[in-house]
């Protein structure tokens, strides 16, 4: 697939980011692109991944960020430390109580953004997915020309839970937090310590 939805949302997801933030972790980090925007504001910033192919492209790419391949709930972060954690398509790669891991690693005032995916399983869904599905239809007919990209992410399709159950996890471990959905398959939740 030649589009990047997520990449779509970078400016989005850079607004969560809270004034005074110095410290930032990006969960998920693949390649590097969103850890490298953060770099670019200031922030201090470490990205983290399990997969080694695109750890080892992001660490290739530069930039300013430190890299560890490894698995969010394996990584033994330091309670109350970054002013910023971002988990861009992601969370759907573990269980969603993963998010108590990451609550506890913000520090007071930071702040958790989430780009999560939903699967299309109400009406509502499948109206939000219809500019995403025109998009993957003209994708397809451009890629026959492109080139395969060098790294390959994993996909895990459809992601577990709906839109309404991950409002409904996201009010039960973090309370306060909001959740609105996008288009492109894509939410974004946001919590503030």
């Known amino acids: 697939m030649g589009v990047n939805f997520n990449d779509h949302y ?14 930032a972790l990006d969960v998920g980090c693949g390649t590097g692109r969103f850890a490298r925007l953060l ?17 080892a492209a992001a660490r290739g790419a530069g930039g300013g960020p430190r890299y560890r391949q490894v698995d969010v709930r394996d ?25 108590l891991t990451l609550r506890r690693a913000l520090a007071p005032g930071g702040v958790l953004a989430v780009l999560g ?9 499948f109206v939000w997915a219809l500019p995403a599905r025109s998009l993957l239809k003209a994708d ?8 395969a990209p060098a790294v ?24 306060g937090s909001t959740v609105r959905r996008l288009l492109l398959w894509r939410y974004l939740l946001v919590y503030r310590a």
């Open 10 to 23: 970078h400016p989005l997801l850079l607004k969560q980011v809270p004034n005074g933030a110095r410290t």
């Open 140 to 147: 397809r007919l451009l890629s026959r020309r492109r080139v």
């Open 75 to 99: 990584a033994h972060l330091p309670d109350g430390h970054y002013g910023f954690i971002s988990c861009i398509a992601s969370l759907h790669h573990m269980p969603f109580e993963t998010v």
């Open 39 to 55: 770099v670019g504001r200031g922030l201090d910033v470490e990205g983290v991944d399990a997969d080694a192919g695109v750890i």
């Open 117 to 125: 995916l939903y699967p299309v399983r109400t009406v509502t869904d």
């Open 152 to 175: 390959q992410v994993p996909i895990v399709w459809p992601p577990p839970l709906s839109y309404a159950e991950t409002r409904a996890e996201a009010a039960r471990l973090l309370p």
